[in-house]
């Protein structure tokens, strides 16, 4: 998948791996790519921004813990997040709308000019 594709959605696709449960940024990036079915490989260099930016934005709280002799912050949604996820489930139902019926192939008798 184009890394262009994901533009204005990556928001959208953090917080809705994070609906069902608290995960480390390690965990958020597999489970990106296993529920893409293998599309989605986000490098860290994009994921680990999104998420300070989205807990600036107060979608996401954190906290850190040592699991294994290792530090690791672990992600959570917040009220404001869980509303942020409907509000974008939403525009993205609208925006999915407007692109099937732009990109739908036009109909044959419009297409040979009758009709119009």
């Given at each position: 998948?184009?890394?262009?594709?994901?533009?204005g959605?990556?928001?959208?696709?953090?917080?809705?791996?994070?609906?069902?449960?608290?995960?480390?940024?390690?965990?958020?990036?597999?489970?990106?790519?296993?529920?893409?079915?293998?599309?989605?490989?986000?490098?860290?260099?994009?994921?680990?921004?999104?998420?300070?930016?989205?807990?600036?934005?107060?979608?996401?709280?954190?906290?850190?813990s040592?699991?294994g002799?290792?530090?690791?912050?672990?992600?959570?949604?917040?009220?404001?997040?869980?509303?942020?996820?409907?509000?974008?489930?939403?525009?993205?139902?609208?925006l999915?709308?407007?692109?099937?019926?732009v990109?739908?192939?036009?109909?044959?008798?419009?297409?040979?000019?009758?009709?119009?």
């Amino acid at each position: 998948m184009k890394p262009d594709a994901l533009r204005g959605h990556l928001d959208a696709l953090i917080l809705s791996v994070l609906e069902g449960s608290s995960l480390h940024g390690y965990a958020i990036m597999e489970a990106l790519q296993e529920r893409s079915g293998g599309l989605l490989d986000l490098p860290t260099g994009t994921l680990y921004p999104a998420l300070r930016r989205l807990e600036r934005a107060g979608y996401l709280d954190s906290e850190w813990s040592t699991v294994g002799g290792r530090k690791r912050r672990t992600y959570r949604l917040t009220r404001a997040g869980r509303r942020a996820l409907a509000n974008e489930r939403s525009d993205w139902r609208d925006l999915a709308r407007v692109m099937e019926h732009v990109l739908r192939p036009a109909r044959a008798d419009l297409a040979d000019g009758i009709g119009v």
